[in-house]
């Protein structure tokens, strides 16, 4: 276990992320202090039901008072505007980090709030369900997953080891890249399978020919793994799009002229050019479940009893 202790962290959003971190740095007493704000009284009067913090803000501004580490974990739309928000009351020598989905935008939005004293280091913990609100964080959600940090090219070294070791301690594996790649990365293994669920799932639910209970009585034959990813966030999906526009567009392109290989491979009756895509991608399940990011059992561990049809 890495030795790291924050005197006070405030975490500014407490969803899903925020919340999974507020947990996570209880159960591993990695702050004395953890103090909290969110944007409706709603989410306040939950974290604090939840025992989230130490203590609770109705002010952004007011939670970030005297803290050594600041995490904010809103929409990627929002970050620019809290980042303005929170700045006032930055302690010096801060560090303050993110968790959006995106980072180009991210650091686009928030660097020119960051005063010059403040150690800006942007991540993003790559760990997530389809859940939100503070009610769907836990304590294990970043264990063996990768968080992947983003600092600028003059971060402070000394300053990135400390986000490092505070993700480290959360259970998470850490790797650095810059804001670029990091959105090319995330294109294909994330933003482009989620938009690509919303959009089968949208096209199954607009089908005349086939009934929304046929829909739903046949799903496990394939379509109920998309429905997963097509259930998350609306809001949070809504910003990814907007602000990794570029990566995502030259991703889709790729995806499009794919797909119509795989189309004319169909319809001209191509069955080896099938047969050898589907060779590949099957060795790609087969690398990730070697590296330990997903279970070999069958139908993803699900129980037999849920595969029962209603
Ligand atoms: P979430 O559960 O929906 O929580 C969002 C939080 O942000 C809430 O505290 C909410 O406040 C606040 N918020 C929403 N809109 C806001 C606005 N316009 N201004 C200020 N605050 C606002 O979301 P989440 O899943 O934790 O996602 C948070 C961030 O983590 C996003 O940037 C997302 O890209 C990133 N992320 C998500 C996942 C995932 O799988 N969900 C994984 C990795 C990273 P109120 O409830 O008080 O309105």
């Not at 006032?88 to 989905?101: E, N, Q, R, W, Y």
């Not at 997530?128 to 503070?134: K, M």
């Not at 189309?263 to 790609?284: C, N, S, V």
Request: with cysteine; proline share 5%.
């Amino acid at each position: 276990m890495n030795d790291v202790h924050f005197k006070k962290i405030a975490l500014i959003g407490i969803g899903l992320i925020g919340s999974s971190i507020a947990h996570a740095v209880k159960a591993r007493g990695l702050a004395d202090e953890v103090a909290i704000s969110t944007r409706s009284p709603a989410t306040l009067k939950r974290a604090g039901e939840l025992g989230l913090g130490t203590s609770y803000h109705d002010r952004a501004v007011d939670a970030v008072r005297d803290a050594d580490l600041v995490i904010v974990s809103v929409p990627v739309g929002a970050s620019g505007a809290v980042a303005a928000e929170i700045a006032p009351g930055l302690k010096p020598g801060a560090i303050v980090s993110d968790v959006g989905s995106t980072k180009s935008s991210v650091v686009a939005q928030m660097a020119p709030h960051m005063p010059a004293e403040v150690h800006f280091i942007p991540g993003h913990p790559v760990a997530g369900t389809e859940h939100s609100g503070p009610d769907a964080g836990f304590a294990t959600l970043f264990e063996g997953r990768w968080t992947i940090l983003t600092p600028l090219p003059d971060a402070d070294p000394a300053a990135v080891a400390r986000l490092r070791a505070f993700w480290e301690a959360v259970g998470s594996k850490v790797e650095e890249m810059d804001a670029a790649h990091h959105d090319k990365v995330l294109a294909i293994v994330s933003h482009l399978p989620h938009i690509i669920a919303y959009n089968i799932v949208g096209t199954a639910e607009d089908l005349e020919t086939v009934t929304e209970s046929e829909v739903i009585k046949y799903s496990a034959s394939g379509f109920r793994d998309f429905t997963r990813l097509a259930a998350s966030d609306p809001v949070m999906w809504r910003d990814v799009c907007l602000h990794n526009k570029e990566a995502i567009l030259e991703m889709l392109a790729r995806f499009s002229e794919d797909l119509a290989y795989l189309q004319r491979a169909i319809r001209w009756g191509e069955g080896d050019k099938l047969f050898d895509l589907f060779t590949r991608t099957r060795a790609i399940r087969r690398s990730i479940i070697e590296a330990g990011q997903d279970t070999a059992e069958p139908d993803f561990g699900r129980h037999a009893a849920e595969q029962k049809p209603a």
